[in-house]
């Protein structure tokens, strides 16, 4: 069976700063990875995804997360945030068919 | 591209009665997936079509739940006898081999 954990349910951050959101999963093999980003009152967008390759992936608007195999994490990372990054975050995983599983998902909150 | 649309956006019924909830996925996407959203459980999958057949209802509530796609264009989640506990947001999603899977804005039910 596959899981992700999101260990930070909420994290606060400064206007400039940068961020880390942490996300480990289990599965047995190599399995997709990705971070999805959901706005008040809307669906799921995806950030970015990790399939195989090189381990740090690029995403849409500055967000990057680099793929450990040792560690079992997927860490989302932006250099700098910005207050319309204020948001909920979703890591998941898909192995085994075509079903995603997710975390319980991080609220970010970006402070002026 | 519209992406996919989910209807009603919100929707109350009372304990006991039936909702039914549409999905049109993205014209040429092959596979459909229906997801429940609330704040205790985080997101859970439910179900998915691929080229209309059912291939995985693990998630699916074995009374009162049950998912269609009659065809290509449209998915419906119907709930019979509605309880409070079914209070949820309900998010289809669409994709395809070639393609990621887009996420719908929800619908959001509340039984009353």
């Known amino acids: 069976a596959q899981s992700v954990t999101q260990p930070d349910a909420r994290v606060t951050v400064s206007e400039g700063a940068s961020l880390q959101l942490r996300c480990k999963y289990s599965?047995?093999?190599?399995?997709?990875l990705f971070w999805y980003v959901q706005y008040p009152r809307q669906g799921l967008q995806l950030l970015l995804k990790y399939y195989s390759g090189d381990p740090v992936v690029q995403g849409v608007n500055g967000f990057e997360a680099e793929f450990s195999k040792s560690n079992s994490s997927f860490h989302l990372r932006k250099a700098s945030v910005h207050w319309s990054d204020s948001a909920v975050y979703f890591c998941a995983v898909q192995g085994t068919g075509s079903k995603l599983s997710f975390g319980k998902g991080a609220k970010l909150t970006v402070s002026p | 591209n519209a992406g996919v649309i989910q209807t009603p956006r919100h929707k109350v019924t009372g304990k006991g009665q039936e909702a039914t909830l549409w999905c049109e996925p993205i014209s040429g996407h092959s596979a459909v997936f229906w997801y429940r959203q609330t704040i205790v459980q985080g997101l859970e999958f439910l179900t998915y079509?691929?080229?209309?057949?059912?291939?995985?209802d693990s998630g699916m509530p074995k009374e009162r739940f049950s998912a269609q796609m009659p065809n290509q264009s449209h998915s419906t989640l119907k709930i019979q006898s509605t309880q409070p506990q079914d209070s949820a947001v309900y998010l289809c999603?669409?994709?395809?081999?070639?393609?990621?899977?887009?996420f719908g804005s929800g619908t959001r039910l509340l039984v009353i």
């Open positions: 079509f691929r080229n209309q057949a059912p291939i995985d």
């Open positions: 999603a669409s994709g395809s081999t070639n393609s990621d899977y887009t």
């Open positions: 599965y047995s093999a190599t399995p997709y």
